[in-house]
């Protein structure tokens, strides 16, 4: 599997999915500045969680303008497989890849802290290696990871199975009070149609082993390894 990790100034999580990659995938991913107008030939291209020019404007709003996201768009509308995590998933939704917006916290907080996820959707390469309504334990860590979209484009996320994850209780329950930051429908992931393009704030890089403090996140990238070999 060969994967390319785009670095924008203010990336802190590059180097953390990048050692994630390797490990899972045996191949060490191509590091790409934001400032590249292109990219290697990869079978997955991620975006990093961190404080993208330092969340000015907005968070993602200016990385999604970067030289190198043109090159993004183009390759996943070929359907090479994208994901973003936390950062990148608000700058896949600045730049129109997914839908929606990250918005401020609820309790207006950073917040960092394990939370538990359910997962809604395994019919995709970042979520089949775990079962239907399972339970795991996931790191978030952000200020802006309040999710939020008009009420059409919630009702044809959830219709179409494009909701990848939720926030919810230890025992599975989905509640707002379960949500560390208020995000609608407790959405903590989703898909694009057609499940090339994923965005979630929790960072399953984080916990892909035990010596981290779990390892709920190394399904998430052996699925994706699987799939590109296939």
């Known amino acids: 599997m060969k994967s390319a990790v785009i670095v924008f100034p203010g990336s802190n999580c590059d180097r953390d999915v990048a050692v994630a990659l390797a490990r899972i995938s045996g191949s060490k991913p191509a590091m790409v500045w934001h400032g590249d107008k292109t990219i290697p030939k990869v079978d997955l291209i991620v975006l990093p969680g961190g404080f993208s020019y330092g969340d000015y404007l907005r968070s993602g709003a200016m990385a ?8 993004v768009a183009a390759r996943a509308k070929r359907g090479v497989p994208v994901l973003g995590i936390c950062n990148g998933f608000q700058i896949l939704t600045e730049a129109g890849l997914l839908p929606g917006a990250l918005m401020r ?22 979520t089949r290696r775990y079962s239907q309504g399972q339970i795991v334990r996931i790191p978030v860590a952000h200020a802006d990871g309040n999710y939020r979209a008009d009420a ?7 219709g179409k199975g494009l909701v990848a994850l939720r926030y919810c209780g230890s025992d599975g329950t ?31 890089e984080r916990v892909i082993e035990p010596l981290l403090g779990g390892s709920d996140g190394r399904p998430f990238f ?9």
Do not use: Q
């Open 64 to 71: 999604a303008h970067s030289p190198v996201m043109t090159e």
């Open 105 to 126: 916290n609820a309790g207006l907080h950073f917040v960092c802290r394990d939370v538990a996820l359910k997962v809604e959707s395994t019919e995709s390469m970042f």
């Open 152 to 158: 059409k484009t919630l009702d044809r996320l959830e």
């Open 174 to 204: 989905v509640s707002e009070k379960d949500s560390p930051n208020g995000s609608a429908r407790n959405i903590a992931g989703i898909f694009n149609d057609k499940r090339t393009v994923m965005g979630l704030m929790p960072h399953p």
């Open 222 to 230: 052996e699925g994706i390894a699987e799939a590109l070999a296939a």
